[in-house]
C-alpha cells in the first residue's frame, strides 16, 4: 500500500545520492504518505551501486534496479515505472537540478484531477546554443508532429496510476517518455519549479545526445518529413526540368550557346545532395523499423534491490 512512488534514473551520481534522499525523505514525510524511492542505474565510472545499497540497508523504502547496459536515460525511467507500486509517481533526474522542494506543489496540483502535472523552469543552467537549440526543435516537433499533444521535455512530474499504466503498453525500443505522456492526452497541468545547479559529476546529456534524442523523438512522431522529402524531390525535378526547357529555348530559337561543365556541375550537385537528403531521412524510418521488428526486450535488469516478488513478478508479466 504505497501512495507515491519516485523514480529516479541516476549515472555516476555517487557525489550527489546522500543529499538527494535525505531531501526526499524530509520532503516526503511531511506529505504524510507511504512512499517508495526507487533509483535507476546501469554502467557507472564511480561507486554509485555501492552508494545505492548502502541507502536500502539504511531505509527499506529506497530501492535500486541496475541494468545491465546502458539503455538511455528514458529506458532507465520506463523500468523504474514498471517497479512503481504509488498510486502516484514522480519522475526526476538525480543531478539535485530537480528539487524535490517542488514536490508537494506538483502533488498539490495533480490532487485537482489532473493526470499529468510536469514542472517548467523559467530558465535552465545550459548554455545560450543549447537553449536555442531546444526551443527551436520544440517549435520544430509542433508544426510537424503528427498528433495534436502538449509537447515538453521536462523530465521531473508527476502523473497518476492510470498514466503509468497507459506508458507501459507502449512497446517502442528506444521510448521518448515526455512525447508519449504528451501523445496519451490525459488532463495536464503545469507547475513553475526551481532550476537548480549541479553540485557533483558532469552531465550525461552530451550535445550529440541531445540531437540523437531528437532525431528520435521527430521520427517516432511524425512521418511529415517523409513528405517534406517527397515535396523536395518534386521540386528539385521540376527546376530541373525548367533549367532543360530554358536551355533548349535558348539554343533552338536565340542560338545561345549552352553554358558547359559549370551548370552541369551545379545542377549535379543540387540534385545529388536532395538524393542523399532524401534517402537519410528515409533510412531513419527504415532503421527504426528493423529495430522493432527484432523484438528485443527494452532492458535487461542485473541487480535489483528491496522489491518484494509479487512485483518482480509483475514486471516479468509485463516485458511478456
Known amino acids: 500500500m504505497i501512495d507515491l512512488s519516485v523514480v529516479v534514473p541516476v549515472r555516476d551520481e555517487e557525489g550527489n545520492l546522500v543529499e538527494l534522499t535525505n531531501r526526499l525523505h524530509a520532503v516526503l514525510s511531511t506529505l504524510s504518505l507511504r512512499y517508495e524511492i526507487i533509483f535507476v542505474t546501469d554502467l557507472n565510472r564511480d561507486n554509485t551501486p555501492a552508494v545505492l545499497r548502502q541507502l536500502n540497508q539504511q531505509d527499506e523504502r529506497v530501492k535500486a534496479i541496475k541494468l545491465s547496459n546502458a539503455f538511455g536515460h528514458h529506458v532507465a525511467v520506463l523500468a523504474g515505472l514498471a517497479h512503481t507500486q504509488g498510486s502516484a509517481v514522480v519522475i526526476m533526474d538525480g543531478d539535485l537540478q530537480d528539487y524535490p522542494e517542488d514536490i508537494p506543489a506538483?502533488?498539490?496540483?495533480?490532487?485537482?484531477?489532473?493526470?499529468?502535472?510536469?514542472?517548467?523552469?523559467?530558465?535552465?543552467?545550459?548554455?545560450?546554443?543549447?537553449?536555442?537549440?531546444?526551443?527551436?526543435?520544440?517549435?520544430?516537433l509542433r508544426r510537424l508532429s503528427d498528433f495534436d499533444m502538449d509537447i515538453n521535455t521536462s523530465m521531473f512530474r508527476i502523473v497518476s496510476r492510470r498514466v503509468v499504466n497507459a506508458v507501459l503498453q507502449f512497446k517502442e525500443r528506444d521510448p521518448s517518455l515526455t512525447f508519449i505522456m504528451g501523445l496519451i492526452g490525459f488532463p495536464t497541468a503545469r507547475v513553475p519549479v526551481t532550476s537548480g545547479s549541479r553540485k557533483h559529476g558532469q552531465t550525461k546529456y552530451s550535445l550529440w545526445r541531445q540531437i540523437n534524442l531528437a532525431i528520435t523523438s521527430l521520427v517516432s512522431f511524425s512521418t511529415k518529413p517523409l513528405r517534406i522529402v517527397s515535396m523536395l524531390g518534386l521540386c528539385t525535378s521540376g527546376f530541373a526540368l525548367l533549367y532543360f526547357l530554358f536551355a533548349l529555348i535558348a539554343w533552338a530559337f536565340f542560338a545561345v550557346p549552352v553554358a558547359g561543365w559549370t551548370s552541369l556541375a551545379a545542377l549535379l550537385g543540387l540534385v545529388g545532395g536532395a538524393i542523399l537528403f532524401a534517402q537519410g531521412i528515409t533510412g531513419e524510418y527504415v532503421a527504426r523499423v528493423f529495430l522493432e521488428t527484432k523484438g528485443r526486450p527494452p532492458y535487461v535488469i542485473e541487480m535489483r534491490l528491496g522489491f518484494k516478488e509479487e512485483t518482480i513478478a509483475k514486471v516479468s508479466s509485463l516485458q511478456q
Open 106 to 140: 506538483l502533488h498539490a496540483r495533480l490532487c485537482e484531477g489532473y493526470d499529468i502535472v510536469y514542472g517548467t523552469k523559467a530558465r535552465k543552467n545550459d548554455s545560450v546554443f543549447r537553449n536555442l537549440l531546444s526551443r527551436a526543435f520544440l517549435k520544430v
